[in-house]
């Protein structure tokens, strides 16, 4: 069983346009996460839901707008798309867990989705 | 911003050989968690290190937390062509609402030459 999917695997698009991309958990975790991974490999947090809630919103353009319409779930629209917003994208989830050497939380990915903006 | 300044960028070895990667920040995180990346896929964590000085390891991965809580270091004993791959660290702050934002360093990509 997948534990975080993301769809499509791969998107290749037209600067301008539009797009989405979905994201569901089966974990039953609280907080949820868009990452951008660059061509560098650098990975940075883009978004946080916790509870469908938006608890953090990195600087990132305006144009990029996430949706949770319940926990499980987390999308992410895309409009005006540019040449700079191809990367991979990654979904995450997460679930805080205090056990007695401290705060544990682990992140789990899913398979990313390889945007191609040209 | 916190940043995590992961060294080296590139490492290429023989197999067999010994390697540390390190993590370092001038800024003191609640826990630092190491990941491995394939190619085409999302990383996995391999350790979670919570206490200043802690040491886990990890079959041939030993890990290790700064005593300030402000760097970390992965090292790898004998290392095989299976070990081949992106190491992230990942340095974790309480970000409101019971959840933990990862800062994460600029990876390391390591390669074991057979």
């Known amino acids: 069983d997948t534990a975080v999917s993301q769809t499509p695997k791969y998107l290749v698009t037209q600067m301008g346009n539009d797009k989405s991309i979905k994201c569901e958990q089966n974990?039953?975790?609280?907080?949820m996460y868009w990452y951008k991974q660059d061509s560098k490999k650098f990975l940075k947090i883009m978004f946080s839901y916790n509870n469908k809630e938006l608890i953090i919103n990195e600087t990132v353009p305006n144009r990029f707008s996430p949706k949770s319409p319940d926990k499980a779930h987390l999308n992410l629209h895309i409009n005006s798309l540019e040449l700079g917003d191809s990367a991979v994208y990654f979904c995450a989830s997460s679930q805080v867990v205090w056990g007695a050497s401290g705060v544990h939380n682990e992140q789990f990915f899913g398979p990313g989705t390889r945007l191609t903006v040209l | 911003t916190q940043l995590l300044e992961q060294s080296p960028q590139f490492l290429s070895i023989q197999e067999g050989e010994n390697l540390t990667v390190y993590c370092n920040s001038s800024s003191v995180f609640s826990s630092l968690q190491w990941y491995r990346q394939e190619p085409g896929e999302g990383p996995v964590l391999l350790v979670t290190?919570?206490?200043?000085?802690e040491v886990k390891k990890l079959k041939r991965l030993t890990f290790q937390f700064g005593d300030a809580r402000k760097d970390s270091s992965l090292h790898i004993t004998a290392a095989q062509t299976g070990d081949t791959g992106l190491y992230l660290c990942?340095?974790?702050?309480?970000?409101?609402?019971?959840?933990?934002?990862?800062?994460f360093g600029k990876g390391t990509k390591l390669s074991v030459i057979p």
């Open positions: 990942a340095g974790a702050r309480h970000s409101g609402a019971g959840s933990y934002q990862l800062t």
């Open positions: 974990l039953g975790h609280d907080t």
């Open positions: 290190v919570v206490t200043g000085g």
